[in-house]
DNA sequence: TTGAAAGCGGTACCAC
DNA sequence: GTGGTACCGCTTTCAA
């Protein structure tokens, strides 16, 4: 671990060249002579001189990298949009990174901090929420290259990108009863905390609704997305003498849950009930049965954000417009009609 | 975006006292007397003042971080190792960063590249190979503070962390003989890149020899880890005459895919075919059927490996004791008694 | 226990 | 197009 490690000035000594000429045929070639600069180049290449980034991010007070924020890094959504985010990022020559808040305020307020001390030059939120008005101001957040993804927080008026949650909500539910399915049961997101389970469910209400399908709130479950909430669901839901014969649930975890329990159940996926998830995880399409579920645009969502993200840091302010992307409804094996 | 961010000096200017002390108060509050160093954090806090991480970083030569590289991010399987990691390195005051190759050589060289300028303090590595020794010189890849973890490269005696990949497959097939499987197939990891998945198969094989049972080279194949070679194992190794009994597959996700294709195929798991995984991702305890398989200690991989990697930074070289851990067979629904 | 000052390794301004 | 030099913000000697 000796680190006698290679700097500008060793070069520029080697090379007869001033530090700043060296600096420069790295970072702006152009403003070099072709011939220095090759020059220069081959001696680096040589040397395999890589530049100390603390010092350049010292000077420049930009880090050239982003920060992908989620609530837990090892949901299989997110790396879509990852991938996405990179994508975008990359041809600016900027770097992301993945962080997770594991619903860890302190933690979460560290990642903000990152931002503020341009640790990083921007952040997107999957979070769904903001710290405490008492650690940042609200004028303050806002100042920040800061980008809420998904997750919006209407309140605060942030510039954001989202799905329409409501309209694929309705989608799905409306197309279970173009199935002929009456009994539509629901698994929520959990309502407490973002504004997506509400959407999602309202969209399912008013589909119920615009059929004259009336709401029977026993048909409504509150889940918390994982696939444990999903079987509860349903051993709650088939106990009772009015069952469902189809679900819509808020995530894909959930449908998975959902179908495992119905399995244990004894009760068949599709021909007694049909399930239909959100997300459209890698695995829905080799579950099984194979997962009809509301695709989300993963990776056009990170691409946007980023690109959002890089407005705003260019704009330096909050007064770019927002994107609302369209979702697609994927019809697999375990929806079908129902059988009289 | 206005950056008028407060520094060391505006606080000392502000209290009248002088940088070293207001440097010294946070980070070596010892060596300030309690009186002043009160008096500094209080207004520190008031302030919300937040270092200049670039600058203390170039300053110390540090930058208390240290990366977790994988070949692919969105395995499962790393987060329980990662969160193991972050915990002992948490203890030091040490961050985590994941890094994810995908198996794209100018990436591993970028990770690499980090470590060797001192952009992280350390480099876990998942994937089980060293970039070209035109690269960087065996020698100076031993003298880099970098720990092997799970994919060893026996050629190089690097330090490393293993499990015990050749006994773990050996007593799932093993278990398979007494459940009176005899045609025992085994679908492999890819088996020209790591050595993990050769150890398996000749886990597999010895436990046959030691049984008494033909090796029978049709019942061997090659995998890729996806679940999508998974089913096609399972369509070649069922159209032949001479069908197995049992598989076992070299990871958890193949063995989702062999029992989706013969579920598709109509063949009953575990009641005409018992199948066995490797790793217990989460999702194996609820898929349908929940899968036996082989638990690797995740969190303890991850605990281990830092361990190692501290020493290593603290001794400064490679003579550290390498370190096997013990795997555990979980049998759950997906592997039954062969039905003669 | 505290302060002054040097310096980490780059970049960017200014002059030529 | 190139060089000299100040400076980014922190830590760490050294001296008091």
Chains 1, 2 share one sequence.
């Not at 900027?94 to 921007?122: A, C, H, R």
């Not at 940042?136 to 008026?157: A, C, G, H, T, Y």
Request: with cysteine; hydrophobic share 40%.
């Amino acid at each position: 671990m000796t680190n006698k490690s290679l700097k500008i000035s060793d070069i520029a000594k080697k090379l007869n060249i001033s530090s700043s000429t060296i600096s420069r045929a790295l970072t702006n070639p152009n403003l070099v002579a072709k011939k220095t600069r090759k020059f220069i180049l081959k001696e680096v290449n040589k040397l395999k001189y890589i530049p100390n980034i603390h010092a350049r991010n010292l000077r420049t007070k930009s880090s050239k990298t982003i920060l992908f924020l989620v609530r837990d890094i090892d949901n299989q959504f997110y790396f879509e949009v990852f991938r996405g985010i990179e994508k975008v990022a990359k041809k600016s020559g900027y770097s992301v990174l993945m962080g997770s808040t594991d619903n860890d305020l302190k933690k979460e307020i560290d990642f903000f901090n990152m931002v503020k001390s341009n640790q990083v030059d921007g952040m997107i939120l999957m979070t769904g929420r903001l710290p405490s008005r008492k650690i940042f101001s609200l004028n303050e957040l806002k100042q920040m290259p800061i980008i809420l993804s998904l997750e919006d927080i209407p309140e605060v008026n942030f510039n954001s990108l989202t799905i329409d949650n409501f309209q694929a909500a309705k989608e799905a539910t409306n197309y279970l009863i173009k199935l002929g399915h009456e009994k539509i049961a629901h698994i929520t997101s959990p309502l407490s905390e973002t504004r997506i389970g509400i959407l999602r469910r309202d969209g399912y209400r008013d589909a119920l609704k615009k059929s004259g399908i009336k709401i029977n709130s026993k048909f409504e479950y509150i889940g918390d997305y994982t696939v444990e909430s999903g079987a509860a669901a349903c051993k709650k839901l088939f106990k009772s003498a009015n069952k469902p014969t189809a679900i819509f649930c808020s995530n894909d975890e959930m449908a998975y849950g959902a179908i495992n329990q119905l399995r244990r159940m004894k009760i068949n996926v599709p021909n007694k009930v049909s399930v239909i998830g959100f997300d459209d995880l890698p695995m829905s399409k080799s579950f099984y049965p194979p997962l009809s579920t509301i695709y989300q645009p993963r990776f056009l969502i990170g691409e946007k954000s980023m690109e959002l993200l890089f407005e705003k840091i260019k704009i330096q302010k909050n007064k770019i417009d927002n994107i609302k992307l369209k979702t697609k409804l994927i019809i697999r094996d375990s929806s079908a009609k129902r059988i009289k």
